[in-house]
């Protein structure tokens, strides 16, 4: 542990200071009632914004005040702003973007925890609102009453932080009492005041005399404490974890993707719910044709040999998806559960 380990704490740390003035909290004076919904965007994946305010408009977002999507560009290099809604079920939507030096940094280092970390901290700093609810890109609402019922529950606590289940990893179970920051709902007032920005950025520490990896906002979890759980089920949120992360690894180091793709076989599917076709009829061609793999921006992701558990899973989960937005399956999608299922479920190294 101690040379790597050390060698991992300097590079965060170089990482930490090259980031910490990127982004200031200035405390909250006079917040509106009600709640803020912050996404953090990806913009060469923006169909996944419009597939995400889709869900929300079959949502009762009573108490909402604000959508704000946060890009991990510049404003002027985000085409797709001009397709989005200016409001969903009737809340506005905000869309912001990096300044020129963050979208610099976040390039340079080119990891997936410093734009998560950003887009969150920049709507955080954003919002009009006590209450943040830190909504992923790739998680959709699968029951009309969610936001209802996490927003309602935050607001009945004296929590600084709720999430919808507990944290575990890094060195960290579930019995620490920390909670995972997907659908988390937190109190801005209490950060903007207490903390800084950079204060929820990933670092290592040290518990119990065990250096450890504090994830995004878990050293302020830990710091400012008041942990809350208001838990979900499978049936009530579509959430492929690390789908986002996935895709970046694709890009950059495939060798890190697990058996299969992981959860990045969903992407173009998702992606056809926002109204972006053309990878989800390509990589069906592909897949009709006998093979076992498509392509994501140039790069063939081979989806052979994935976990059968995961697969039926995935199936179950669009199948729930399309009957929360389509009130039932559609035809060209069923043809694409089928093939990937298929394709899935071949051994490793079938015809590609």
């Given amino acids: 542990m101690g040379g790597r380990t050390l060698l991992h704490r300097f590079r965060r740390g170089l990482i930490t200071r090259s980031l910490s003035r990127l ?82 940094a976040a390039r340079r280092i080119s990891w997936g925890w410093v734009y998560a970390w950003m ?16 909504h992923d890109l790739d998680a959709m609402p699968l029951k009309s009453d969610l936001f209802l019922k996490l927003s309602a529950s935050f607001a009945a606590s004296t929590s600084i932080f709720q999430g919808v289940r507990p944290y575990s990893g890094n060195g960290f179970v579930e019995a620490d009492g920390f909670v995972a920051t997907y659908e988390m709902l937190l109190d801005a007032s209490v950060l903007r005041e207490k903390a800084k920005a950079i204060d929820a950025f990933s670092r290592f520490g040290k518990r119990d005399g065990v250096w450890v990896d504090y994830d995004t906002f878990l050293s302020l979890e830990e710091r400012l404490g008041s942990c809350s759980i208001c838990p979900v089920e499978a049936e009530d949120l579509f959430h492929p974890s ?37 990878m989800f009829v390509e990589a069906l ?33 669009v199948e729930r998806l399309e009957t929360f937005l389509f009130h039932g399956l559609r035809p060209e999608v069923a043809e694409w559960l089928e093939v990937t299922g298929r394709a899935a479920t071949a051994a490793p190294g079938t015809k590609r």
């Fill in 119 to 134: 887009s969150w901290s920049i709507g955080i700093a954003e919002s009009r609102t006590r209450a943040v609810l830190l």
């Fill in 242 to 278: 690390q789908l986002l992360c996935q895709y970046t690894d694709h890009l950059n180091t495939p060798h890190r993707l697990p058996a299969g793709g992981g959860n990045l076989v969903l992407l173009p599917y998702l992606l056809y719910v926002g109204g972006a076709e053309e």
């Fill in 23 to 104: 982004i200031e909290w200035t405390p909250l004076n006079e917040p509106v009632p009600g709640y803020t919904i912050v996404i953090g965007c990806v913009t060469e994946l923006a169909g996944l914004a419009v597939a995400n305010l889709k869900a929300l408009g079959r949502c009762d977002l009573t108490g909402a005040v604000e959508i704000l999507l946060v890009f991990d560009r510049p404003l002027d290099q985000v085409a797709a702003v001009t397709g989005l809604p200016e409001s969903v079920s009737g809340i506005p939507v905000r869309v912001l973007g990096y300044s020129v030096s963050q979208d610099r």
């Fill in 285 to 317: 061609a592909a897949l009709k044709d006998g093979g076992s793999s498509f392509l994501i921006r140039s790069k063939r992701l081979d989806i052979s040999g994935a976990n059968s558990e995961l697969v039926q899973w995935q199936r179950v989960q």
